[in-house]
């Protein structure tokens, strides 16, 4: 393989082989492909892009670059949910548990939370106990005793991700359909999956602006994942205004309990029963059904004790993680909410400090905003539009500020 000329191939829009593509990522992953030519040629697809082939090609390499979970013949099927990311998106918690009602296995690796975006594993952490780096021996274990498991990326799961990302990131290729594509299938399709539904994001919280950018993405995504044997599918779901009432870690576990009881906001419960539907074997009403009777309510928290947490506390989150300061944000005028942005929302939650501005960053999980009313509902001057959790009453003042910025009233 001589690197210099697959790289100008890319460059002048050529198109890569599979085999090139395997010899470049297993060169990658063990250092003998330095990270300078690695750039060049992730700004080579930035610009020229991929083919499905290439794009298949790359995430079968990329996946192969470690270890993938191994499930005995005659399991059930193996599905999952990846999402793209937003505010107040915690339905990975609902739906685990409830597709695993419908007798599937869902082994789902999850991320953390960075910038505006939360992540499953932090909110799966703020339940005392909860622990979300298992072995792959207690991964094994729990999806067989419960058929659901929740846990973090393994050191051994794509390494070659974790490296083209920490470069991508640092040289201007992160936005490319084909790379994105790669990263998130190969650590998806790592779980040993039949069917995958991916929920991509549009809008001002979301990392997909426009309905159009999400819809490329979708169609790169399910084209590549189908081509790769797994069942894949697609729901767009905007962003412009966060998902259910709730955003910030313990604040949106407690809200999942709710939606689990049956008693969840409607636009969450929605987009949950959607993405359940589409690679469930029983239709949405059988769904709707389980998580009305409090069946996939059961299976949440016996993988919450197989998993180490308190099961106890799950019914009372706020209590638990209880906010030293909690401030009521008023409408100051009567009329219809239009607007409730995601994005200013999610910027006052992440100053808040339930996110992460760097990787490395602690997260707080008593805090957030909850019982927020949404867009399309009327409102009179002076009633409660949501509640700010806060550790200082100078905090509280400072997202509100930004979050009436984002708030619409006519
Ligand atoms: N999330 C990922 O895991 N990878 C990307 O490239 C972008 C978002």
Redesign the pocket.
């Given at each position: 393989m001589h690197i210099p000329s697959l790289i100008e191939r890319k460059r002048e829009g050529g198109a890569l082989s599979s085999d090139d593509i395997h010899a470049l990522i297993a060169a990658f992953t063990c250092g003998e492909m330095p990270d300078y030519q690695m750039s060049a040629l992730a700004m080579a697809i930035y610009f020229k892009g991929m083919s499905t082939e290439e794009t298949a090609a790359l995430t079968h390499a990329m996946l192969h670059s470690g270890s993938s979970l191994q499930w005995p013949a005659g399991s059930p099927p193996r599905v999952d949910k990846h999402s793209?990311g937003g505010i107040g998106d915690k339905t990975s918690l609902i739906i685990a548990p409830l597709l695993a009602c419908d007798g599937l296995w869902v082994p789902m690796i999850s991320?953390r939370g960075l910038g505006i975006t939360g992540g499953t594993l932090d909110k799966l952490e703020s339940i005392p106990g909860f622990r979300t780096q298992l072995s792959e021996a207690e991964i094994y274990r729990v999806i067989e005793a419960v058929g659901c498991a929740m846990i973090g990326q393994t050191a051994d799961i794509c390494p070659a991700d974790k490296k083209l990302?920490a470069l991508?990131d640092v040289t201007g290729t992160?936005p490319s359909i084909p790379?994105?594509t790669a990263?998130?299938l190969s650590?998806k399709l790592a779980e040993g999956l039949d069917r995958l539904v991916l929920d991509v994001k549009y809008g001002t919280g979301a990392?997909m602006k426009t309905q159009s950018a999400a819809q490329e993405l979708a169609d790169s995504m399910v084209r590549t994942g189908n081509a790769l044997g797994v069942r894949s599918s697609v729901r767009l779901s905007p962003m412009s205004e966060p998902t259910g009432e709730a955003a910030g870690n313990a604040l949106e576990v407690a809200e999942a309990v709710r939606c689990l009881k049956g008693q969840g906001p409607a636009d969450l419960e929605d987009i949950v029963l959607d993405l359940c539907a589409a690679v469930a074997n029983s239709p949405r009403e059988v769904l709707k059904q389980r998580l009305h009777s409090g069946a996939a309510w059961t299976k949440f928290q016996q993988m919450v004790a197989a998993q180490g947490g308190d099961v106890a506390a799950l019914e009372r989150m706020e209590s638990v993680h209880y906010a030293p300061v909690i401030q009521e944000l008023k409408a100051d005028r009567s009329g219809k909410i239009t607007g409730m942005d995601a994005r200013s929302i999610g910027q006052a939650v992440l100053e808040l400090g339930a996110g992460r501005s760097r990787a490395s960053d602690p997260v707080d999980f008593v805090v957030g905003v909850d019982r927020m009313m949404k867009v399309g509902m009327d409102v009179s001057a002076g009633q409660v539009l949501l509640r700010i959790h806060a550790r200082t009453e100078a905090a509280a003042a400072t997202a509100s500020l930004l979050i009436r910025q984002g708030i619409q009233i006519v």
């Open positions: 793209t991320g990302y991508r992160v790379l994105i990263s998130i650590k990392f």
